[in-house]
């Protein structure tokens, strides 16, 4: 279904959820959407319009009593897909915010069932510019006629609209494969095998499109997992750039993310704590880590010595 636009680049119908029933964030939490008809119905039973404002301001100021204005309200939601969609009456504020590509991405708040991880409710969503959830861009130029295209380059290369980029690619590798061998051979070409050279280029060029989409979507979770590694103190910041470097090679985040799991701590947290006063950071270098473990000193009474070295 096209996206459905009030102004430009203002959308009505805002994806709420990627397609279920397994979902998971860029910081590696996962749930599960395994009723999204229920989550629907959730909402129409609650009888009242749900807020739309700027980094969930509606959970996080709102319940310290500080003003959390909303810039939108989601008025209606249906299932698209295995995805949750929301029907938005933006504010001129919000309109404003999403329109100048101030905010680019929706976050949606929501409960689930700890255990399972089932979502059961919607509470609210956030405009933001660093989104968990993998859900396209609000304001994309074009993005209506963009939807629209890749529908018929899929279509054209006889595939389900949602298949991936790379169902697109192999059909397209099948397509030349088919075509060298038609011109190799004496016989007539099989018409069954081929598409005009206009929806095979078009197709070339979705893919390319395909491509870059795909390789951005890697960068963000590289630099993702890095920031999340030096926020939890197991890689020194001054090190941030040979890691994202040896992430982006193949198989790296993979990798990366196994190694980190089990990592240790070896510098203090970021002295900006969310909600908290400023942290004393005691942060060591990977040496002085080293060092203490070969001495067998903590790396605390080891920082904290340093410290007063330095101010004597």
Request: hydrophobic share 40%; with cysteine.
């Amino acid at each position: 279904m096209a996206l459905n636009f009030l102004d430009a680049d203002v959308p009505e119908w805002i994806q709420l959820t990627p397609r279920g029933p397994g979902i998971e964030g860029r910081d590696g939490r996962k749930w599960v959407l395994a009723n999204p008809e229920a989550v629907v119905a959730a909402f129409r039973d609650h009888g009242a319009d749900l807020p739309i404002d700027m980094e969930h301001s509606t959970q996080i100021k709102a319940s310290k009593g500080e003003p959390a204005p909303a810039v939108g309200w989601i008025k209606d939601m249906e299932v698209r897909e295995g995805e949750l969609w929301a029907r938005v009456h933006w504010t001129d504020e919000g309109r404003m915010r999403v329109s100048d590509r101030q905010y680019r991405y929706i976050s949606p708040a929501f409960t689930f069932e700890k255990a399972s991880g089932e979502i059961l409710k919607m509470v609210s969503a956030g405009l933001t510019n660093n989104p968990n959830l993998h859900l396209a861009a609000l304001n994309r130029e074009g993005a209506e006629e963009e939807i629209e295209m890749d529908k018929a380059v899929l279509e054209a290369l006889g595939l389900a609209t949602n298949a991936s980029a790379a169902d697109a690619v192999v059909a397209i590798n099948k397509l030349k494969e088919d075509k060298a061998t038609a011109l190799n051979s004496a016989a007539s070409p099989d018409t069954d095998k081929f598409v005009p050279m206009e929806t095979h280029q078009l197709a070339l060029n979705k893919v390319a499109g395909f491509e870059k989409v795909e390789k951005d979507r890697e960068d963000e979770a590289v630099n993702a997992a890095v920031d999340q590694a030096v926020a939890d103190g197991k890689i020194a910041p001054a090190n941030k750039d040979f890691y994202l470097a040896a992430c982006r090679a193949e198989g790296g985040l993979e990798r990366f993310a196994a190694t980190m799991k089990d990592a240790p701590v070896i510098a203090a947290p970021s002295d900006l704590d969310e909600g908290g006063p400023a942290k004393t950071s005691k942060a060591l270098t990977d040496e002085q880590v080293a060092a203490c473990r070969a001495l067998g000193m903590d790396e605390d009474d080891y920082a904290t010595a340093l410290a007063e070295e330095k101010s004597a």
